[in-house]
């Protein structure tokens, strides 16, 4: 344990800044998450990682700047396909990535839920579709709810998943009082050495890219803006948005991309996404 004030602060993997902390000790700023260990993971006491087999460059379209992959963190803080690091803080459905052409026509959706916290929100839930299929994820804030994951494979609760689109998918489950659970697409039979992340930390969600190239993802629109350019994107895929709340509004998930949550949370669309208040209560626009 580490102390702030009054508060303590229980995890060196995730550890929190002080200055990061509410008094109900939830952390508000990013986590990061180790990478399980898997076949391409080193065994010789090294720090698990993601495989390095081309693709991503530190600090460019798919790398690792500052330790992290492109995504979406549990308080939602972004990391744009370019490296680039973004907030956006209000409630709603959002359209995180979307290539209808994905793996040669397969197609991929990715499409996070947020919750707000008066200041602030984060990911609750991710719900990804390659293909036919539908893998929902959801973090749990339950003290008790020790070592039990929650996710709907095709909208069915825990529902048997032996692959994901066509791609082996597999569950690392922490069943200690973090709760650091994580769901690893391997795109790598299409892909070589990329992956689809989902952790889980307590109530966060965590959704990232793991050695992201043109090839796989060149092509995806959505939150994590242009993947040549860098440019955050308006879906008529010319205008550029500066302003993230406008960002945010503009990427919400509408009726026409088919929202592939199993059940519906407020607001959805025409109702915009929900703004935090600023620090003297006032509702922002």
């Excluded at 081309?54 to 995504?71: I, M, R």
């Excluded at 003290?143 to 690392?172: A, C, R």
């Excluded at 889980?200 to 803006?225: H, I, P, R, W």
């Excluded at 109702?271 to 208040?277: A, H, M, N, T």
Aim: charged share 20%.
């Amino acid at each position: 344990f580490s102390g702030c004030g009054g508060l303590q602060v229980a995890d060196s993997d995730y550890s929190c800044p002080c200055n990061k902390m509410l008094p109900n000790s939830v952390c508000t700023t990013t986590f990061s998450t180790p990478t399980p260990p898997s076949p391409s993971s080193p065994t010789d006491g090294s720090p698990a990682g993601p495989p390095s087999t081309g693709g991503g460059v530190p600090g460019g379209p798919g790398g690792t700047l500052g330790g992290s992959l492109p995504g979406g963190n549990g308080d939602p803080h972004f990391k744009s396909w370019n490296g680039d690091h973004f907030e956006f803080h209000g409630q709603c459905d959002l359209v995180l990535g979307h290539d209808p052409n994905f793996a040669d026509g397969l197609g991929l959706d990715v499409q996070i839920r947020t919750k707000l916290v008066r200041f602030w929100s984060f990911i609750k839930s991710t719900a990804i579709r390659i293909g036919d299929d539908i893998l929902e994820v959801q973090g749990s804030a339950d003290t008790e709810d020790m070592g039990s994951v929650h996710y709907w494979y095709n909208l069915q609760y825990k529902g048997k998943m032996d692959t994901f689109g066509g791609f082996p998918v597999s569950i690392h489950i922490d069943n200690g009082r973090r709760r650091k659970h994580i769901f690893e697409i391997d795109l790598s039979s299409k892909y070589p050495g990329h992956k689809i992340l989902i952790d889980t930390m307590k109530e966060f969600v965590k959704v990232s890219f793991v050695q992201a190239s043109s090839e796989a993802f060149g092509n995806t629109v959505g939150m994590l803006g242009d993947f040549k350019t860098g440019k955050k994107l308006a879906r008529d895929q010319v205008t550029v948005i500066s302003d993230f709340n406008e960002l945010g509004n503009e990427w919400q998930v509408l009726p026409s991309d088919d929202m592939l949550f199993h059940d519906i949370s407020y607001p959805q669309f025409p109702e915009r996404c929900v703004l935090p208040e600023d620090p003297q209560g006032q509702r922002r626009s």
